[in-house]
């Protein structure tokens, strides 16, 4: 079946430095940091205490603009949205008005997108409550003489928990709580898969718009590494230990002196579209999705069930090895040359062993461009990341700019940017990838019209 090109059309972002696409380009032109103690946070979830200090689990990227009030319609569906709903949400909406179709969603069967012509996909994760949300119900199962009853938790937690509590921490919520506020009778899904879950999802809309049943789709993920719960088991990635440096440098990807990976939380969504129906529309084409690859190769973590945070070798060639087939993929569909790629979108947080392996799998595929690392800036939200870093390319593109990476001692393999730096090609690949070696590229172009050439 002949590929159709895939454009998109809106970007909509929720993060730690700025919530709008304008305003989170912004800030990564500006070297702003969403980095900060997590005292800062705004969402009434886990702090530290006045004792503690502040390094480890208490530095992170919290939101801490962001009032769901002012980006959720009606507000009572608030009561069955967790923070990571929420944020999906905002960002769904941001990405439809800034994809100028704010007056034709909802969809109807009169209007510009019939709503069994628009879909709705996301990458998501496990949505894990607060505690505090299931306390009275734990409570309820404690004596007089203080001994906990595991067997009456049923009967507490029908007493004390909100009948409809269990929406608020599906992982499917997002891609419904969009398709019900945007009226999509189209395609509907949900991918739960880590790091890669956004990009995973944009192959996905792909293959809607692609098969002709859908013409445009509002696609997305969301994460947090920061809510309570989460943050009790943090063994997947080494937690930071912030030595001598300033908090809101502490997020370090690509260094060779990175200590772990800073928390954080967001959200990004993107409206994609057939560019025959962007063209026929009047849309302002952002960027054009010129090929995607999605590769796995098990880490040796995987293959032995005994994942370490400490530097490793094996871990390190087993994730170049992914990384290294999807650029390979992407390149082999489009016939392109390393030399012609203006910006690699880095999924690098300062883990030093996937780090490791990006660094040397773009070496092995011959890559010498600039790169921009977005975890220097907002942290690692989980599987928001790699639609953060979608969103990242398709606005370098669009802006024709680098923008700069917080820091610049980096692995001899990697070269940032330490200012705003013309787009010398417009070719951005964007990277995204999982400790257990999963790994997904994507190669965005510029809109048709403009100099590119494949």
């Not at 305003?23 to 205490?49: I, K, M, Q, Y």
């Not at 994809?99 to 994760?125: N, W």
């Not at 599906?170 to 969009?178: G, I, K, R």
């Not at 190669?443 to 100099?451: D, F, Y």
Request: net charge negative; proline share 7%.
């Amino acid at each position: 079946m002949p590929r159709k090109p895939v454009v998109i059309t809106g970007v909509g972002i929720v993060s730690a430095i700025g919530i709008g696409a304008e305003a989170f380009f912004d800030g990564l032109l500006n070297r702003r940091s969403g980095v900060r103690s997590l005292a800062d946070r705004t969402d009434d979830d886990a702090t530290p205490g006045p004792n503690d200090t502040i390094d480890g689990v208490w530095i992170g990227a919290p939101v801490v603009d962001f009032e769901p009030k002012e980006h959720v319609t009606p507000r009572k569906a608030l009561k069955v949205m967790c923070r990571e709903i929420q944020t999906a949400f905002a960002s769904a909406h941001l990405a439809v008005q800034h994809a100028g179709l704010g007056d034709s969603i909802p969809a109807s069967d009169d209007g510009l997108i019939p709503p069994a012509r628009l879909g709705a996909v996301y990458g998501s994760e496990i949505f894990f409550n607060p505690p505090q949300e299931l306390a009275n119900a734990i409570g309820g199962c404690i004596d007089n003489d203080n001994v906990l009853h595991p067997e009456r938790f049923g009967e507490s937690a029908r007493r004390e928990v909100m009948p409809l509590w269990m929406l608020k921490y599906l992982p499917n919520m997002p891609a419904c709580q969009v398709g019900i506020s945007i009226n999509s009778q189209g395609p509907n899904n949900t991918l739960v898969l880590g790091d890669v879950s956004g990009p995973a999802a944009l192959i996905e809309a792909e293959s809607y718009l692609n098969r002709g049943i859908a013409d445009v789709v509002l696609v997305g993920a969301t994460g947090t590494r920061i809510g309570a719960t989460r943050m009790l088991y943090h063994r997947d990635s080494p937690t930071i230990t912030n030595a001598d440096l300033p908090i809101e440098q502490a997020s370090r990807p690509h260094d060779p002196s990175a200590t772990g990976v800073v928390a954080g939380e967001g959200a990004a969504s993107l409206v994609v579209e057939t560019e025959t129906h962007a063209r026929d529309r009047g849309a302002d084409v952002l960027a054009t999705v010129l090929a995607t690859a999605s590769r796995f190769s098990a880490s040796p973590a995987i293959r032995s069930d005994d994942r370490t945070t400490d530097r490793n070798p094996r871990e390190s060639r087993s994730a170049a090895a992914a990384i290294e087939l999807a650029v390979k993929s992407v390149f082999e569909q489009v016939k392109l040359s390393p030399e012609q790629i203006g910006l690699v979108v880095s999924h690098a947080m300062g883990d030093q062993q996937v780090d490791a392996g990006e660094a040397t799998a773009l070496s092995q595929c011959g890559l010498r461009c600039p790169l921009i690392a977005v975890s220097a800036s907002v942290g690692h939200p989980g599987a928001a990341s790699g639609m953060i870093g979608l969103a990242t390319g398709a606005l370098a593109i669009k802006h024709k700019t680098i923008p700069p990476t917080r820091h610049g001692n980096v692995n001899p393999l990697v070269r940032f940017c330490d200012k705003p730096t013309p787009l010398g090609s417009p070719f951005v690949l964007c990277l995204s990838y999982t400790t257990e070696g999963n790994a997904v590229a994507v190669l965005l172009g510029a809109p048709s019209g403009h100099s590119q050439s494949v």
